[in-house]
């Protein structure tokens, strides 16, 4: 029987056991893709404070979101590239 763990945050995947092997690959690629595809998502800090929340694309920030110290004041609302605030890009 085939095993499939996953770590991380997963918002709106489906997780389905497969009793057969040969399915985990199908079950490998469908959450890759998922996972991959442009969605609304969070980070957390450890005392569960939102760090950033908004858009990502491969797991990285892109997109419109936000971002926030570990006291909860705002630090740059606005786009992101590639898991970077476009300010930093100087694209502001």
Not at 24 to 48: A, C, G, Q, S, W
């Amino acid at each position: 029987m085939a095993t499939l763990t996953t770590l991380g945050l997963s918002t709106g995947v489906m997780f389905t056991h497969y009793s057969h092997d040969n399915c985990i690959e199908t079950v490998i690629y469908e959450m890759h893709h998922e996972i991959n595809m442009r969605h609304y998502d969070y980070y957390l800090y450890p005392d569960k404070t939102v760090a950033f929340e908004g858009d990502f694309v491969n797991n990285k920030p892109n997109g419109r979101g936000l971002a926030k110290d570990e006291r909860g004041h705002t630090i740059w609302s606005g786009n992101f590239v590639d898991g970077m605030a476009e300010i930093c890009l100087g694209r502001h």
